[in-house]
């Protein structure tokens, strides 16, 4: 499972391995213009030692020496620049490049996190996603209602008129979602769509800058059970994010220890006040509690909105 303190790593290794590109490409033009034009170089030396004087004039307070230093680089600068044009380059062939010339390729700028660094973690954050998510690509308008029956059985269920519901309840959660939103418990057997709306919803509020984690059960209490995985890390950004994703709860080989990592998920975030969204087949309290006990499934659905998927296996009817 990838966490987020990786997100925001990899971001900065993006930013660094720009720092470095365009570095490399300034240097492959000055190559090019120093071959053809050597007195560039030249003037390219003359420039920095002015600069190097110009600091330590700055420095011994020498203002007036300053300026005048100042003003022989600036005109220095202009005869290399017209240099530059007279033999075809641009004018701004040789300064320094930046991707961000906000930030200048630094992440941060003013002492803020610079735009341009938030994007790459948000999309750091959609990989991550994307890598962990079975359904990473699904979208509300892929959800198609035509797969549930529009009839209604003895109970006046109407399948294809629930999951109306369920959708766009889906939809505004995802639209009006915060870190205070209420947690939604999805409910129903296999194959009827709560892994695709769940993911849909993800995929909303990670467009939204939000930091999702999704995990299946299954494959979650395995990492935990297992040693190769930081526990307390990976433990450490289910209860930090700003929605935590655990589908399929019921499919997973539960332990003591799986139970009691569940309690504290469920608990904590509870506490918090942060959302989650869980799915399980297992489609009654009794099922749930012979499960997990009570205490876990009394504050579940306590914190939860609970959703009752209805209707046929919908992947066996698209087949
Ligand atoms: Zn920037």
Known sequence: MATNTQTVSNANDTLARRRQANTTLLMHRQQEVYAKLPQIEDMGYEITALGADFTLARLAKNEERAAQLKQQMSALEQQRKALLVENGFAADYLDPIYTCPVCRDKGFADGKICSCLKQEIVKQRQNMLTSLSPAPQTTFEQFSLEYYPDTTDEHGINPRRQMQQILTYCKKYAEGFSRSRRSILMLGTSGLGKTHL??????????????????????????????????????????????????????????????????????????NGTPCIFSTNLTSQKALTAKYGEKIVSRLLGSCDTLYFVGEDIRFKKR
């Open 198 to 271: 769940s993911c849909a919803i993800a995929g909303e509020c990670v467009k939204k800058g939000f930091v999702v984690m999704y995990a299946s059960s299954q494959s979650m209490f395995e990492q935990f059970e297992s040693n190769r995985y930081d526990t307390q890390n990976i433990l450490n950004d289910i209860l930090g994010c700003d929605l935590f994703i655990l589908d399929d709860l019921g499919t997973e080989y539960m332990t003591a220890h799986g139970l009691s990592i569940l309690y504290n998920i469920i608990n904590t975030r509870m506490l």
